[in-house]
């Protein structure tokens, strides 16, 4: 049976007051045509609260682009789960290769992080990806199986029970390039597999999205593939007409 699709936004760091409200409160509004899948908006930290507001009561969700691996204290800057959860995000993304690449994120780090949003009722979304040299390598499958490694024994395995799974190559974000329906179902089906081989209920239940560069107009086909449950959306998630197409492209024909 085909999991019920899900596609996310990811605002990354752009936006402002009025932006935000303007966008959520459109894709709130296009949202009742959309009862089969599940929406999400991960918009910066500090418009969480005016998009919440925005979206209370509404079947689109919110989310975070990040959380810090710590339940509290002095770290300053950094943003607790509890504090995320508390103004009502339902879903926080971890280990995005941004956060991996440009803030040095590990693979530690990121399953701590996940654990972190699980623990307050959060649902982690665990991007992996490879970036261009691994994929000339043809070191792709290590790099991500790397990647998955702390969710594939205790503790880790208990969040990935709960969690979402982004499958974002390095090489297609922000590029214009996107990998064809056909490469990313491989990385995918790669994915589901090697949980296959720890815990087959996780591997059939599990939604695995695509990331990186998806636009209204590749969104059916790579929406076609078995392994693909949806994606999560950089630069057409702050348009809102590409964004709400690419929701319907969820749709069955
Ligand atoms: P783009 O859709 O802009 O390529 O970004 C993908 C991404 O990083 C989503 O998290």
Same mark, same amino acid.
């Given at each position: /049976?085909?999991?019920? /699709? =899900? !596609? !996310? &936004?990811?605002?990354? /760091?752009? &936006?402002?007051?009025?932006? *935000? !409200?303007? =966008? *959520?409160?459109?894709v709130v509004d296009a949202s009742c045509n959309f009862a089969s899948m599940d929406i999400a908006i991960c918009p910066p930290h500090v418009l969480l609260g005016v998009v919440g507001t925005q979206l209370g009561g509404s079947e689109v969700a919110l989310g975070a682009q990040t959380v810090s691996e710590f339940a509290e204290g002095a770290y300053t800057g950094e943003t607790a789960a509890s504090m995320l959860a508390e103004l009502g995000c339902k879903f926080v993304i971890v280990g995005h290769s941004e956060r991996r690449h440009l803030f040095g994120e590990t693979n530690d780090i990121v399953a701590a992080k996940a654990a972190m949003a699980l623990a307050a009722g959060m649902t982690p979304i665990i991007c992996v990806g490879e970036r261009l040299e691994d994929r000339k390598n043809g070191t792709t499958r290590t790099v991500i199986g790397e990647q998955l490694r702390p969710f594939m024994e205790p503790p880790g395995i208990d969040t990935l029970r709960q969690a979402v799974i982004a499958y974002e190559p390095v090489w297609a974000i922000g590029t214009g390039e996107t990998a064809t329906p056909k490469e990313a179902q491989d990385v995918h089906n790669f994915i589901r597999s090697s949980i296959a081989v720890v815990d087959k209920s996780i591997s059939d239940t599990i939604r695995i999205l695509y990331g990186g560069s998806v636009k209204p107009d590749n969104a059916p086909d790579l929406f076609r593939m078995t392994d693909i449950d949806g994606s999560l959306v950089g630069g057409a998630s702050l348009k809102a007409d590409d964004f709400l197409l690419i929701c319907g492209s969820t749709q069955p024909n």
């Open positions: /049976m085909r999991r019920r /699709m =899900l !596609v !996310v &936004g990811n605002w990354k /760091m752009h &936006g402002s007051i009025a932006f *935000a !409200v303007d =966008l *959520a409160k459109t």
